[in-house]
């Protein structure tokens, strides 16, 4: 895929409208039909086909994010019918009127992110969006994009439809968020009387609730998914930093074994890992860069200054002989992650140190209609 959106037209005054539309959106392509040509396609990277837009659409569905289509929205429907296999992998499908008067989310308005490019479009072309995504218009908690602005990943993905269905039908729904962002809410709005927020499994215990939707990095008991996830959904944010020491040509199998097998014994969800953090001499070790690579981690690194900073319940003149400081886990988890203490401290395992703290956020519970 080498560009985000295809914009396709087929009249005279649908290729008027994405000629300006592709100028101010950046990622886009344009195609249209070769009697329209004006003869500065080929300069302009614009594509020309022969023939019924039909041939060229799976294509481009398979190659583009979104598409852009300057056709009427029966004839688009009928059209990508063909094409559609799962609401977590089509491209998001925009429908712009002849006029350039409306412009429609069409298909994967939320994890596609139509509706979000509707917008976007109406905004350049000074037209009227259409969504019609039930929580987009009553302005409450889209499920299936639940903290994804913070990038929280969704680990039971099954109840979403009907999760969304208590949302939208202002059923009893509760939100148990133990870690994460808590600033999630993005309507200027109090939040709705029927969602209720809790900081813990432990506070929800006792509510009563038709719908629920679960934000944590502990892997939950057989009891807690039961209750909680029979009609829930259940999100991992990335909370989780991971210090990292080891000795020089550590392999990947052995970091990675010591990582799962300990956040295993914590009871913590490695989907809920953001990064791992270590000493700069460990920058380039082969080892912990192809755990990042595997996992999408990022690397935090830190001069042995910078960990000297952080007090040590047990600092070691070992690791300060061959490294300038006093510890490399303990100390890298705890600046990268922004917390005071940790969750393990320390774990030594073979040629591998592990530390694993929790990245801090303001209280997550919220009182309704605050």
Known sequence: MNRMYAVVAITKHGVEIARR???????????????????????????????????????????????????????????????????????????????????????????????????????ILDARPVITTASD?????????????????????????????????????????????????????????????????????????????????????????????????LYRPKVLVLGIGCNRGTTLEEIEQTVTETLAELKLSIKSVRNIATIDLKKDEPGLLALCRKYGWRMDVYSPEELNTVSLPNPSETVYRYTGAYGVSEPAALLSSGAEDWLLPKKKSGNVTLSVALVPHPRAGRENNE
């Not at 392509?29 to 837009?53: C, H, N, P, Q």
């Open 21 to 123: 539309l592709v100028r101010q959106l950046p990622g886009s392509d344009l195609y249209y039909m070769d009697k329209f040509a004006r003869g500065d396609e080929e300069a302009l990277g614009i594509t020309l086909f022969t023939g019924s837009v039909r041939l060229i659409l799976p294509d481009l569905f398979r190659r583009y994010n979104g598409l852009i289509i300057l056709i009427s929205l029966g004839a688009v429907v009928r059209m990508i019918a063909p094409l559609l296999k799962d609401k977590k992998t089509d491209p998001a499908v925009v429908v712009v009127d002849d006029r350039g008067e409306h412009v429609i989310s069409v298909l994967s308005g939320h994890l596609g992110g139509a509706n979000q490019l509707t917008r976007r479009v109406a905004s």
């Open 137 to 233: 218009v009553q302005q409450t908690i889209p499920v299936d994009l639940f903290g994804c602005q913070f990038g929280w990943e969704i680990e039971s993905f099954e109840r979403a439809t009907p999760v969304s269905a208590a949302v939208v039908n202002e059923e009893r729904v509760i939100v148990i968020q133990e870690s994460g962002e808590p600033d999630w809410w993005a309507y200027d709005k109090p939040l709705p009387g029927h969602i209720q927020v809790v900081a813990s499994a432990c506070e929800a215990e006792e509510q009563e609730f038709d719908a629920a939707l679960v934000v944590t990095h502990r892997l939950l008991s057989p009891d807690e998914e039961k209750r909680f996830l029979q009609n829930g959904v």
